[in-house]
């Protein structure tokens, strides 16, 4: 079983930046592709970005690309979302999620689906 817990969220104004941490248990982080989904109100739950494995390929949703960046320390067990220039769409809460499965394609990291263990979720808003 793994556990996630996120921190990081909070209020922002436009163009501003914040950085989102994943905790992580279990012995081997190392070996699970680690992704942040986010969910704005009345809105259904939408990949940002995932991360592969360590040295894997990550992925990242059109809507974040160039803005955001994933990254993990396996020696923390905890995955980061950096997001640079923030706009009002970007809030939502956003959610850790964890698989040790592997998929051939792109496109099937982008679904909920695809992945095991989720986060409690943390509240990003940002002001215009």
């Known amino acids: 079983q793994v556990q996630l817990v996120e921190s990081g969220g909070g209020l922002v104004q436009a163009g501003g930046s914040l950085r989102l941490s994943c905790a992580a248990s279990?012995?081997?982080?190392?070996?699970?592709?680690m992704g942040w989904f986010r969910q704005a109100p009345g809105k259904e739950r939408e990949f940002v970005a995932v991360d592969i494995w360590t040295g894997g390929s990550t992925y990242y949703a059109d809507s974040v690309k160039g803005r955001f960046t994933i990254s993990r320390d396996d020696a923390k067990n905890t995955v980061y979302l950096q997001m640079n220039s923030l706009k009002p769409e970007d809030t939502a809460v956003y959610y850790c999620?964890?698989?040790?499965?592997?998929?051939?394609?792109?496109?099937?990291?982008?679904?909920?689906?695809?992945?095991?263990?989720w986060g409690q979720g943390t509240q990003v808003t940002v002001s215009s």
């Open positions: 279990g012995r081997t982080f190392s070996t699970y592709a």
């Open positions: 999620a964890a698989t040790p499965r592997y998929y051939n394609s792109g496109y099937e990291w982008y679904g909920s689906g695809a992945y095991d263990y």
